[in-house]
């Protein structure tokens, strides 16, 4: 009750009994890279620290922009951060999958056929940072033929 917490004395001073009232519970969150690169893109519309991408380019020296992949034709590698995934049902009812992916440069879509997606459906996630190895399409999309998680 109110009356419990906070007393007027003879003076009209109001005080109030803190020992009434108990602590708030702090939980802390463990600090991902990925939803903070995500926050920053919401928030204020670009990346503070570069693009999350930008990173794994000195590891993988042999991977191209979204841009240069799309020109392409033949085989590729690609780093690139999945923005959305869609699963889709093939006709004889097997899965696959479509992910829209972006790098610092653009945009790219990435086609992962039924026995390429049964391998890395458990570990595929929204804005995870992946390298993907495949063949560019006439449509100017991979299908990829293997997938590493390089940040979740």
Known sequence: RYSDLVSVDNNGQISID????????LTN????????????I????FYLKGHPVEKY??????????????????????????????????KTGELMCFIDGFDEIGDISLVLMPNVYRQYADIIKKYSIILVNGN???RESIKVK???VLEV
């Open 18 to 25: 803190f020992n009434l009232v108990s602590k708030p519970l």
């Open 136 to 138: 560019v399409d006439e």
């Open 42 to 45: 919401d928030l204020i519309g």
């Open 29 to 40: 969150y463990d600090d991902s890279p990925s939803e903070n690169s995500q926050n920053e």
């Open 57 to 90: 380019r000195k590891d993988y020296p042999n991977s191209l922009t979204s841009s240069i992949a799309k020109k392409r034709r033949g085989t590729v590698e690609a780093i690139v951060r999945i923005h959305r995934i869609k699963e889709h049902r093939t």
């Open 146 to 148: 293997t997938l590493k």
